[in-house]
């Protein structure tokens, strides 16, 4: 983005998320994610350990809040007062958990995305918030500023400590594995949708909904997760997106049927997540 | 098997195959492999290296060892090196998914604890030995020239299956040995001998998918309950529109009840009550048909009226109508009974009780439906229990043992106390590990076979349940350590010992599974020859599909004799130690993805901890984080607590998978206690199983306090709009189903 093209075209660049953006999107890789099949099993969260090299980190770091889980599953109780009983609270937590799978939302005016001094992170022509590792500095100004707290700094060199050799062979070839000061995140399998673009490339044709999954995507016994390109019209996620009546672009979302189960999570900071959840359910 | 003389009904007998005729779907050939065109396609790992592209991820079919369940799935293969595991599309069980324990596979595979030479016991310490003497050793001690024979000889095992279980089978008849220990401890067997005596079949199928209503007493389908990912597909389907309503009944909340519409908790060992008092609520209040109990069972029921339920369970009245409505008003439904309602020392009694349930309500052949038989009642699963363990021990303790062999389970870890195992065990002049990790049990025998993991092995497996396909596993990548052996190729070994003449003929396990699989679906006129489609079939897709003959179903009611709630005075508070799907347990503590993956309830990691009930740490004193001293009569382990309120205030739940010896592995070493090892000497009365949850314990303040490392800081909300709930009317009308009742 050299001085001239911004001086060029300065309008397109001022355009805010309900004019669409100054983005060219090829792709828009977004999400839809069922709170009503989702039974917080974790198999996502460990099938996005085995597929992105994250590193273990262990107890004692795991308690200064040093963990590297890309996706992890949030559990919330109903009733408050977890330590004490009350004639105003419930007894009993009679409903169960919720549980909320919380992965980097790739908001599409991300607030990670402007604070980084190197252009480590921005947004690419496929929608995705990106992470260029070899361009991070460590200034954590990125995680400072996401409200969902998704974005992981490496703190130590892990791979000297987590993969014990022969531990170390399971690693996934087709990423890297990070070194110390360098923030990371949820990709959404940027390596397999590299693979299918390329491979549609050479077929020449388009990336078909549904040819590939994310790894969270692939494992969920639920079927909760729906993944898929939200510039599509006919895919599973624009359609699930469609008819809960999200949409992008919009600050507030004016549903014509107030009922329906798609949001946002802190959609009123305008950030623009592309990962939609549809509301827990409970008979009663 | 050329130059043997052998009778076609020996003949199959040897390869697993005798039963009730063939029963097979028929196959086709494969379709060629192209891998050439650098597409990922699902290949036999016999086929030629050059097929093997780097940078092009190539998937191979197996079937997953990390619990009974049998889930089918697909290795991706880079380089030689298996890198991640995805489940089978094609496999019935999971439907292409996998649980966290199967992700956590390929780190069992690569686990850098594993035992990669042979170890014989030298002076009293193991040391490292060559194969030929171990194997030396074991001849030496179990071969013909021993004399040992009959049941002074046992076999000590996990569940198995397919042909491991028939080739298990043929050594035990071999040695004249019927000493078979099948050792679980997170099972199903009462609930099973209820279904057997209840319903004349053992294992029959739920359709989670076409119930209304789900009320679970303590089984924890969704997370520990012997097929959690096929349960969870079916739970998908249960909640689609117009969704049904699932209830849980339970002292702790268990993964399932996270999920139920509405959970209650229950006084301990009184589930059964509850569910006669629910019964009682549908033939009184709903004037459901009483006819179909015989007179006895309707007079029993009759006397838990509300008030007698209401005051031996702690549930409310209220929450009993509301319950029995459901059940009343939608149908089909299903009841069922696991966990914590059957590891009672009433545990037959309390999961016969549910049963009623579902012959008042007419689910037997709605709901509940025959799984049929498996036409190959060799290759059946061989399901294991506690009772088996309480046998081993009794039997150890008897004499005359004198040589035990332990496959893919840890008796030492899991044994309670009261057992004392450990001690007995010193008794048994010749025990043999086949082992891959230098568990607890391994570290104590004095001859440890190092065994390749199941993902560098062949072997066929059959679920207990939907055990409609049997899985084929077969090896992933070429075994990591030269020096490893197939637990295959070693039952073989050990059956050549003593019936060269049958055995001796096939190479190794991979020959005797070939000619196995190759001969199975046809006429076996000329059992010598190859059916070389069948066998590529059979690696290609994983899975080998299998006809289960029809059965029908049929429900007899049966009268109960459920005890009233008695306190202890001196042991006030009832234990549960609770399985979890993670650590399982106890054999995946040493898999670091699933000792850092938060347990889903308490979101602790690394870590033991005892749940408790704020009412009970009220009592008690003590504040998250404080560490208590829960002592039964067998001893005392101590935990930090977690307060929240999915437990019943009687109740103190203690997760299984930690409290490992320090030789185990790394990731588990001084990690948190193993609730198992205080366990009371409690059984189901009618079984003889050991009941779980049947210990009673006195918690008193260790004076300690300790951070409890969990995920997460806050609890609850607060306001924010993270999980919105909306109610199932709104579900119901904005994405179908309203219409229905």
Known sequence: ?284 | MSGIEINRRDFLKVMGWSGAGVALAACDMPSTVTLEEGKEEVTAYILPEEYVIPGIGVYYASTCQQCSAGCGIHGRVREGRVLKFEGNPDAKINYGKLCQMGQGGVQAHYNPDRITKPLVRKGGALVEASWDEALGLIKQHVGPESALSGDKFAWVTGTVSGHQAVLLQAHLEAMGSGNHFVHEVINNAVGQAVNSDMLGETQPTYRFDEARVIVSFGADFLGTWMSPVHFATQYAKFREAPRGILVQIEPKMTLTGANADLWLAVRPGTEGVLALGLANTLLVKHKRDASVLPAEVQEMIARYDLDTVQRITGVTGDRIVKVAGWLDSQSPSLVLAGGTAEGQEHGYETAAAVMLLNIILGNVGRTIVSSGDLPYAQMGPKSGNNQALLNFAETVEKGGLEAVFFYNTNPVYTAPSFLKLTDKLNSVPFKVAFAQFPDETAMRADVVLPIHSPYEDWGTHVAAYNGTQIGVQQPLMEPLNPTTHGFGDLLLEMLKLRKAETYGGFADYYAYLKQAISALPVELAQPARLHDAQWQQALQTGLIPVQRSARAISAKALAVNLPDYTQNGQYPYHLVPSPRLGLWDGRHANIPWLQEAPDQISKVVWDSWAEMHPATAQKLGVTQGDVVTITSDQGAVEAKVYIYKGIHPDAIAVPLGQGHEKEFSRYAKDRGVNPLKVLSPVRDAKTGELALYGTRVQIAKAGRHEKLVKMGGSEIQVGRKLVATVTADVFRRTEGGQDVA
């Open chain 1, 1 to 284: 983005m050299s001085l001239k093209n911004i001086l060029e075209n300065w309008s397109h660049y001022r355009r805010g998320i309900e004019q669409g953006g100054h983005h060219k999107y090829e792709h828009m890789w977004g999400m839809a994610l069922d709170l009503n099949k989702c039974i917080g099993c974790n198999a996502c969260s460990v099938a996005c350990y085995a597929e992105n090299n994250l590193a273990v980190v262990g107890h004692d770091r795991f308690a200064k809040n040093q963990v590297m889980h890309w996706l992890r599953i949030e559990r919330y109780w109903d009733e408050p007062d977890l330590d004490k009983v009350s004639d105003s609270t419930s007894q009993y937590q009679e409903h169960g958990a919720s549980f909320l799978p919380m992965m980097c939302q790739q908001c599409n005016a991300a607030t990670c995305e402007p604070v980084c001094p190197v252009a480590a992170t921005y947004h690419t022509p496929d929608g995705l918030n990106a992470q260029v590792y070899n361009r991070c500095i460590g200034s954590r100004y990125c995680s400072n500023n996401c409200p969902y707290r998704l974005r992981y700094f490496n703190w130590f060199s892990f791979y000297e400590s987590s993969w014990p050799a022969p531990l170390h062979l399971q690693l996934n070839p087709d990423l890297t594995v990070r070194d110390k000061g360098v923030m990371e995140k949820c990709t959404f399998c940027v390596q397999r949708i590299r693979v299918a673009k390329d491979k549609a490339k050479m077929e020449n044709r388009k990336v078909v909904d549904g040819e590939f999954q994310t790894s969270c995507q692939q494992s969920c016994p639920t079927t909760a997760i729906v993944f898929g390109d939200m510039l599509d019209p006919e895919s599973k996620v624009s359609t699930l997106w469609r008819t809960h009546q999200v949409e992008l672009g919009k600050t507030k979302q004016a549903k014509q049927n107030r009922e329906l189960r798609g949001y946002r999570v802190f959609e009123a900071l305008n950030t623009e997540p592309k990962v939609m959840y549809m509301e827990r359910v409970r008979e009663v």
